[in-house]
């Protein structure tokens, strides 16, 4: 399918103008899960509230600010998802968000100093891509509907609901079905592990141990798959709960994740 960018020429001039620095922005907290708030905090005073490149800092640019309503009609009707999660950094090192002028936000996060993990990046690009297929005008062909965010903080989840859980803090990469498909996943080094084949690969016994001191480890042991995964018994404690409280989320996560084998 044809790819056709509505600031694919700044995108294209960045690339040839070999920019590498990463550029350094203030950066304000914001909720991962929300792309609207994401777009109003780093993008609006740019390209503007309403995302047709009239923000207040527009004028002061060598160059007009593309009308970011208009992706899907310029990519002929389907919003061009890849094309915008690459040009905002999905890849560490390889965006090219603009010209020298605009950040790759990607980088940015990933430098922030406050959730840098390479999943909550992840994770925050693509709820900023989602939001800007919200504001097509016309709407994008075959949109994808953006369920109302499960959570603002990592405790926000109710600790009784492995479900609930594992779609607020594991989905994002292993899929929502477990398959090891999620949005975030084509972005990280290795492909996250297919859940739903915890049991078959381990000689049809559920690795409950392995799997929960894997999720939540103990004191100088293994972390998490790889420094790109979160520990979430450490999240969970660090996000102000208990220690017993923590491990109930562990253990329901837990068992949430034997009741998808096949």
């Given at each position: 399918?044809r790819i ?6 700044l995108v ?9 620095q ?5 950066i304000?907290?914001t ?11 780093y993008?609006?005073?740019?390209h503007g509230t ?6 207040p800092?527009?004028a002061a640019l060598?160059?007009?600010m593309?009308d970011?309503?208009?992706l899907a009609?310029a990519?002929e ?5 890849e ?10 090192g390889?965006g090219?968000h ?7 936000w990607g980088?940015?996060?990933r430098?922030s100093?406050f ?5 909550v990046?992840?994770?925050r690009l ?8 919200q504001?097509?005008d016309?709407p994008?062909?075959?949109m994808?509907?953006v369920?109302k965010p499960?959570?603002?903080?990592v405790t926000?989840?109710r600790?009784?609901s492995g479900a609930?859980?594992y779609?607020?803090?594991?989905s ?11 949005p975030?996943?084509?972005?990280l080094k290795?492909r996250p592990?297919?859940l739903t084949?915890l049991?078959?690969?381990n000689?049809g016994?559920?690795?409950?141990a ?5 999720l939540?480890?103990?004191?100088g042991t293994a972390?998490h798959?790889?420094k790109e995964m ?15 409280l923590a ?8 068992a949430?994740?034997?009741s998808?084998?096949?």
């Open positions: 399918m056709l960018f509505s600031f694919s020429t294209l001039a960045s690339l040839l103008s070999g920019q590498t990463i550029k350094r922005v203030p304000t907290p909720k991962i899960t929300d792309g609207a708030e994401m777009y109003r905090t993008c609006a005073s740019c309403d995302g047709k490149g009239s923000g800092a527009a060598n160059g007009p593309p970011l309503t208009k009609q990519n009707g389907p919003f061009p998802t094309s915008v999660l690459l040009t905002l950094g999905r890849v560490r390889a090219a603009g010209s020298e002028e605009m950040p790759i980088d940015v996060f430098g100093g959730g840098s993990e390479e999943v990046v992840q994770l693509y709820n900023l891509t989602r939001y800007l297929e504001i097509q016309p994008s062909v075959k994808v509907k369920k499960l959570a603002t903080n926000d989840i600790a009784s609930d859980m779609a607020a803090y594991c994002s990469c292993h899929g929502m079905q477990g398959l090891g498909d999620g975030a996943a084509a972005g290795k592990s297919d084949m049991s078959t690969n000689r016994a559920f690795p409950s392995s799997l929960t001191q894997l939540d480890r103990e004191p972390a798959g790889s979160p520990v979430w018994g450490d999240a969970f404690r660090g996000a102000g709960e208990s220690a017993a491990q109930l989320r562990i253990h329901n996560i837990v949430y994740l034997r998808i084998q096949r």
